[in-house]
């Protein structure tokens, strides 16, 4: 398995970014998944989560960005999107993707890709 997280960047409070993360293996397509993100000094925090498609793609969110972030699916592209807009200071964090509840394994250990810095700075 391998997950590969991109869009972050640097955004002023107000704006919008759009994060992609590729995910290889099969089980994308039967996976509850979910993004998560870790501000630094922080534990790593569940921010939305998507049913797989089989359940409805069914989106939930954290109550701290309900109504400003939109999580997605393209199961024919092995894609998680996570579209945020009215971002704050407070959503600086690094971004990552995975699978929800469990964390994806590897040789008996959790697996975390690399993950995208948001940062939200005037």
């Known amino acids: 398995a391998q997950i590969v997280e991109s869009g972050g960047g640097v955004v002023q409070p107000g704006g919008s970014l759009r994060l992609s993360c590729l995910v290889s293996?099969?089980?994308?397509?039967?996976?509850?998944m979910a993004w998560y993100r870790q501000a630094a000094g922080e534990q790593r925090e569940l921010v939305a989560s998507?049913?797989?498609?089989?359940?409805?793609?069914?989106?939930r969110y954290s109550g701290s960005v309900e109504g400003r972030f939109t999580i997605s699916r393209d199961n024919a592209e092995n894609t998680l999107i996570l579209q945020m807009s009215s971002l704050k200071p407070e959503d600086t964090a690094v971004y990552y993707c995975n699978r929800d509840p469990r964390p994806i394994s590897v040789n008996g250990s959790e697996y975390w890709g690399q993950g995208t810095q948001v940062t939200v700075s005037s």
């Open positions: 293996g099969h089980f994308f397509r039967i996976s509850h």
């Open positions: 998507i049913t797989p498609p089989g359940l409805g793609s069914i989106p």
